[in-house]
């Protein structure tokens, strides 16, 4: 809850650098999460955990979980530069429908038949975004499928979740810094009042991660999966009521779709939990 919650209210946060290139202000988020992380391993003394995270079975899963989180800051970042708030709220809807789509494809999990009835009528839901809202929820979509490919991908590697990330941030670094340095505006150091919010951007953008995948590693992911959906909810909140996006009758409809299908997503995992407890009880 306390990575969700947080999540939920970062339109407010990254609304406060959008006079920055979205690429730029992933950079930042990227380069200064390394100081943090830095300060934060040494305290801990976890350095013997991030060698690991560099072993020869970790490393490619982290490599390619570390593209797939960079481009899913990326996307948001952008998205709320673009006052795409609500489409990107959307997307993280969309995220735990499509971890039980990767569930079935990649891990051979069964798919019940209320899972399969709440996909189709996301599928709906989007497809009526771009047929009543006139465009394709292309943020939605980017967000959704990269923050479940991210979380799929980061499950393979079997590390904790601070030296995990770690790895990942420390396997970017050197784009970021060489970006800011050849191409950068790097007045803001001293200007610029969106310095400040670029650089607690890491601390910003570590803490939420390491609670998330730390939380991923002990709980169930079906719970994982029903408190997800305070993060959507929280940011689609502030997109529409503090930001000011637009909100009419053609998304509220593509919209009762996509909560249709997490409706029926969350009655199913409530069901199937009470049968596996019921035998506890008798």
Known sequence: MASFLMWGTFPLYWVNTIAVPAFEVLSHRG???????????????????????????????????????AINW???????????????????????????????????????????????????????VAVLVGSWPWFGLAVGFSFAAYSSTRKKAKVEAIQGLAA?????????????????????VTTEPTAIWLVLGG?????????????ARRIPLSLLGMLFFTVPTLQMANGVLVLGEPWDWQRGVAFGFIWTAVALYLFDEYRTSRRAASPAYK
């Open 31 to 69: 380069f200064w999460i390394v100081p943090f992380l830095l300060v934060v391993i040494t305290w801990a003394r976890m350095w013997p955990g991030v060698s690991e995270a560099f072993s020869r079975t970790n490393l490619p899963w982290l490599m390619m979980s570390a593209v797939l989180i």
């Open 74 to 128: 990326g996307v948001y970042v952008w998205a709320v530069a673009e006052q795409a708030v609500t489409e990107a709220a959307l997307g993280y809807y969309l995220t735990p429908l499509l971890n039980v789509a990767a569930g079935m494809l990649l891990f051979g999990e069964r798919l019940s038949r209320l899972k399969a009835l709440a996909l189709i009528i996301a599928g709906i839901g989007v497809l009526s």
């Open 168 to 188: 990942e941030s420390f396997l970017l670094f050197p784009i970021w810094a060489i970006y800011l340095w050849v191409w950068g505006d790097i007045k803001w």
């Open 203 to 215: 601390a910003v953008t570590a803490i939420p991660l390491i609670t998330h995948v730390a939380a």
